[in-house]
């Protein structure tokens, strides 16, 4: 009787360690759900460079002003997978050069002109992490594909108040390596290195 129970016990001994295994291997990999927010700013503006240098190279008698704001950006992650995380990212960035000199010619003796670049983007990101969801140092890489939004208007009062408007719609596209480092738990610092957008972006990261 002893001996025809110690098969079966054998079998169901067998397969529970092998569905002890698979539970162990699905807990190492699925076993957490984790969402990151991530708000950063990205240097170098090289718009901002390149207008500037235009501005500096003027030898005009008016006067030149430029303004810029951003890159500045915030990103969305959901991970399961002990690996992957799929991320929405945004960011802006704008650039204002004004110039402004006296024209007996143009409307009230002033001459006007104001070129505005606005520099939006969507992108959808997959992140390939090196280290599990709960460590405070977070390695990873990325790539991800969206849409840039670039928008680039002129306006001035000398031809009878011009506006003019150009839009591109391209494909946008992002890979590079990022890491974030938790001080506490729920709180910490970001770091990116990019290809397809803002070289550096530096900022602040919640995990939730």
Known sequence: MIRKLLFPLALLLFFSNRIKSQNDYAEDNFYYTKFYADVYYGFPNLWKGILESAINSSTSNGSLTHKSFGPMGIRL??????????LLEAYYATDIVEYVEPNSSAPGGMLYEKLEISRPRVIGRFNFHFTDADDDFDPYGFIGLGYNFSTFQYSSNYYQNTTLDYSIFNIAFKTGFGLRYFVIPSLGLNFELSLGGPLLMV???GRF
């Not at 992650?77 to 799929?86: A, L, S």
């Open 77 to 86: 992650e959901y991970r399961k997978h002990k690996v992957v995380g799929v």
């Open 203 to 205: 900022g602040i990261s």
